[in-house]
């Protein structure tokens, strides 16, 4: 059991602090409200111990907080005083329970115990409670439905993680996977349209949607953070509410979910049928740097939009050493648009020292989310955030999300066949039309066909393509990692948010 212990005068608690981590807990402190409150957004807790009287936040007001932002978090006041009226207070705002000081270590075991089945009852409660939030959208009939679909996916995932309850948690997996199927059965039966305007923002209509309406306010940061997921979105926003009022808005990347799709559309404005055709030097077919020409399509992109005279600048950042060379270029005030594509997931990835670590991270959707949060908030990027003239708008968005894929699919083909794990384009290539989108002809859907027998496949669902020649050492080696490029939510459905400073 972990248990978070919120005290001023924690240095005074070292000896029950001792006695508990000798009965197994673990135990983490927190000198002040505000510290405490930054731990929880970092981390789980089974229960918090808070101090009911500190300087600065007092304990009231972090247990109004705490409640606001994890209703399932378990709270026991620590308190001086016996007065009823007090405890009434305490227990208006949800306290799940309160010692009175002087206490002795066996009050402390009692308030876990107490705890304990507290949780009990709340784990039950909580069953009820996913039920009904579960059939109340369990047919989602348009693309806003779908958003909020996820939304209570992701917000389900939080809380389960604050209970012991295995076989609600399988239930919940199986709720992610059906939604994966009819997302993936609304999403192609409806794409074309989607294409043709009468739907969710897709990637090549952001910029003009959201970013050319802002320029006309003022001067805009624009950051593109690499791979970064709607549930990683959510799970950095409350370090960023601390700075900033945040405009939420969703839109879904184009297919295939892939950086040389969805950030080439965002930055030209166009589909990549339409680069291919229009710009053709500028679309590439190899494997690398097939984005490469980023600057030059977001020129022309300006240009059919009529806005001249922009100073603009595109800065990519691959690693920590290139983030923190280009802080202070960050900083500068010369520009009316500053576009900063981070190589986020590599980022965090490359933040864990162990290699051992990393593979673990690759397999473990729950670390992931454990890592980035700490990550974010020691990260030079959020530093420059708060450092940003506040009469700028900043924009948070993402080129496409990733997947962990489960189930292998066969691909066959000639020899010239891409890479990815999630989608591939080749000569007569073929699959089971069970797992994936096959497309004899691209064009359809705004893919380009440079030869007439070239097809697309996209994974759907947690599929990934491995090849017949050594199926089985394929499937070990990519079973359970995060992959991108196909069908699903969890790489479609984005964020974009717009951060105002708080005065």
């Known amino acids: 059991m972990r248990i978070l212990w919120i005290d001023d005068e924690i240095n005074l608690l070292q000896s029950f602090i001792l006695m508990l981590q000798k009965e197994g807990y673990e135990v983490e402190t927190a000198t002040s409200g505000e510290d405490g409150l930054t731990k929880l ?18 304990g009231l007001e972090v247990l109004r907080n705490i409640k606001s932002h994890h209703p399932d978090q378990i709270v026991v006041m620590v308190t001086k005083s016996e007065e009823r009226e ?74 389960l993680e604050q209970i012991d309850d295995p076989s609600l948690k399988e239930i919940h997996e199986e709720q992610k996977r059906e939604a994966n199927i009819g997302f993936n059965h609304y999403y192609i039966e409806n794409y074309q349209s989607f294409l043709s305007g009468s739907g969710p923002i897709l ?63 965002i930055f030209s404005g166009l589909l990549p049928l339409e680069i291919y055709e229009k710009h053709p030097r500028y679309w590439v077919l190899e494997e690398w740097g097939q984005n490469r020409f980023e600057r ?35 900083l500068k005030d010369s520009y009316d648009l500053f576009i900063y594509v981070v190589n986020f997931f590599d980022l965090i990835l490359h933040s ?27 990260s030079p990027i959020f530093e420059a955030m708060k450092r940003i003239d506040p009469k700028k708008r900043i924009v948070i968005t993402s080129d496409h999300g990733f997947i962990r894929v489960r189930r292998p699919l066969l691909v066959y083909g000639g020899r010239i ?45 947690d599929y990934y393509f491995i090849y ?18 196909g069908i699903s939510p969890f790489e479609i459905i984005l964020p974009l948010a717009i951060l105002h400073p708080k005065r």
Request: aromatic fraction near 12%; proline fraction near 5%.
């Open 86 to 159: 007090l405890m009434e207070k305490a227990y208006g705002e949800w306290a799940d329970g309160y010692i009175v000081k002087p206490f002795k270590f066996a009050d402390l075991i009692s308030a876990i115990n107490r705890t304990i089945k507290r949780k009990e009852i709340i784990a039950r409660r909580i069953g009820e409670s996913y039920t009904t939030d579960m059939r109340s959208l369990a047919y989602p009939k348009n693309y806003q439905d779908w958003i909020e679909k996820y939304l209570r996916l992701i917000s389900w995932d939080e809380r």
């Open 203 to 265: 990637s090549h209509r952001l910029f003009s949607t959201w970013i050319s309406p802002l320029l006309r306010e003022g001067p805009v940061y624009l950051f593109i953070l690499d791979s970064m997921r709607l549930d990683q979105w959510l799970k950095i926003t409350p370090v960023l509410r601390d700075h900033f009022e945040i405009e939420e808005h969703h839109y879904f990347s184009i297919i295939p979910s892939a950086t040389p799709y969805s950030r080439n559309a």
């Open 41 to 58: 957004k970092l981390s789980n807790f089974d229960i918090v111990f808070l101090d009911e009287i500190m300087p600065g936040v007092d």
């Open 352 to 378: 864990i020292p162990s290699k051992s670590e990393v593979k673990s991270l690759l397999r473990d959707e729950r670390l992931l989310l454990k890592i980035l949060s700490s990550w974010f908030v020691t």
């Open 468 to 485: 017949p020649t050594k199926p089985a050492q394929y499937e070990e080696e990519y079973k359970f990692t995060f992959q991108h490029g």
């Open 417 to 461: 066949i891409s890479a990815n794990l999630r989608y591939k384009f080749g000569p007569a290539i073929r699959t089971d039309t069970k797992g994936a989108l096959v497309l004899d002809d691209p064009r359809t859907i705004g893919l380009p066909q440079i030869d007439p027998s070239y097809r697309y496949i996209i994974a759907k669902e």
């Open 296 to 330: 030059e399509l977001f020129g022309l992109q300006l240009k059919r939009l009529g806005i001249h005279g922009l100073r603009y600048y595109i800065l990519k950042a691959t690693s920590s050493q290139e983030i923190e060379r280009s802080y202070q270029q960050l």
